[in-house]
C-alpha cells in the first residue's frame, strides 16, 4: 500500500437480525462443482476418471458399498456411472442410498436440497489438455534411466534444456549410491527401478552410453518404460538407446505420438514440446500395452 492510502472499508448501516451456527443450503450440493469437473474433461480424460473409478471400486468386496457409490456417481453423470457399473457388472441405481442420506442429513437435515442452475456447465481450465503450441512444462519432474556407464554428454544436453523450462531432471538407476559416467566421474543415485514407481514422474528419458547393455538386460527398465507408455506419457530416447525399444511392448508400433527418438527428431525441443501436453491424449485408447 502505498503512503497515503487507505484499505477497504465496508459502508456503515445499522442492521438487524438473528444469529445462527448452520450452514448455508449451497454446501448441501454435493454434485454440481463435480458435474462442472467431469463435463469439462476432454474424451481421453473422462476415459481416465472411469478406469480409475472402476479400478477402485472392484477392490471394494462389499457389493452394497459399490452400488451406493454408482448411486452417487449418477447424480454426477449418468454416462460415467453407467459405464464404471457396466465395468463392475452392475446397473447404477437412480437414487441415493438411504444410509447416504442419512449421513447427509447430519449437517444438512433438508438434504438433498435442489440445485440452483449453475452459472459455468464447463470449463476449458479445469482440463489439463493443453491447445497446440500452448502449455508449460514447469515443475514437471523428468525421470532419466541410467546404469553405470551412461553418458554425460547425453545427461547433459537433455537436463540443460529441462531445467531451462522449468523442468527437473531425477536420474534413476539399478542401484543407490552413484552412478559412474562413462567419460569419468559420478552422480548421486537415490532411486531405483525396483524401489521408483514410474507414476511419480511426468515424462521418461534413456540416455545413450555403454549403460545401454545393461538396460537391455534389466527387466525393471522395461517395465517401467511401459508403464509410462501406457499411462500415456511422453518418452525420449538417444540415438543409441532406442534399440532399447525392441525389448518392451512400445515396439509393435512404428509411428507412436510422444515417442521421441533422436535418430527422427529433434530431441530436445520435440520431447518438451510433447511434455507441454501433460499427456499423450492419442494413446488413450487404441495403445494400451500391458503393464
Known amino acids: 500500500m502505498l503512503k497515503g492510502e487507505t484499505g477497504f472499508k465496508s459502508h456503515e448501516e445499522k442492521v438487524d437480525g438473528y444469529k445462527v451456527r448452520r450452514r448455508s443450503s449451497s454446501f448441501a450440493d454435493h454434485f454440481t462443482q463435480a458435474r462442472l469437473f467431469f463435463n469439462s474433461q476432454t474424451t481421453p480424460e473422462k476415459e481416465h476418471i472411469i478406469n480409475g473409478y472402476s479400478f477402485e471400486l472392484s477392490k471394494v468386496n462389499s457389493v452394497a458399498i459399490r452400488k451406493r457409490e454408482l448411486a452417487i456417481l449418477n447424480q454426477i453423470d449418468q454416462v460415467l456411472a453407467t459405464r464404471v457399473g457396466a ?3 452392475l446397473t447404477p ?3 441415493l442410498d438411504e444410509l447416504t442420506l442419512q449421513f447427509a442429513r447430519q449437517n444438512h437435515p433438508e438434504y438433498p436440497v435442489k440445485a ?3 452459472e459455468v456447465e464447463k470449463s476449458a481450465a479445469l482440463s489439463m489438455a493443453t491447445a497446440p503450441g500452448e502449455g508449460t512444462i514447469e515443475t514437471r519432474k523428468v525421470a532419466f534411466l541410467v546404469a553405470d556407464g551412461v553418458s554425460k554428454a547425453s545427461v547433459d544436453v537433455m537436463k540443460k534444456a529441462l531445467v531451462a523450462e522449468g523442468a527437473e531432471a531425477v536420474l534413476i538407476s539399478t542401484h543407490t549410491g552413484s552412478v559412474k559416467f562413462k567419460e569419468g566421474g559420478e552422480a548421486e543415485i537415490q532411486h531405483t527401478y525396483l524401489t521408483e514407481a514410474s507414476v511419480c514422474y511426468d515424462a521418461f528419458y534413456t540416455p545413450d552410453g555403454d549403460s545401454v547393455a545393461t538396460l537391455e538386460d534389466e527387466p525393471d527398465y522395461i517395465h517401467f518404460i511401459n508403464e509410462g507408455f501406457r499411462h500415456c506419457k511422453a518418452l525420449a530416447f538417444a540415438k543409441g538407446a532406442e534399440k ?3 525389448e518392451s511392448y512400445i515396439a509393435k508400433q512404428e509411428k ?5 527418438l533422436e535418430s527422427g527428431h529433434n530431441l530436445t525441443a520435440d520431447f518438451i514440446t510433447a511434455m507441454k501436453g501433460h499427456r499423450v491424449w492419442d494413446r488413450e485408447k487404441v ?5
Open 87 to 89: 465395468n463392475l457388472g
Open 287 to 291: 495403445r494400451k500395452v500391458p503393464a
Open 256 to 260: 507412436d505420438s510422444g515417442l521421441i
Open 244 to 246: 532399447l525399444i525392441a
Open 93 to 95: 441405481p437412480e437414487q
Open 116 to 118: 440452483a442452475k449453475p
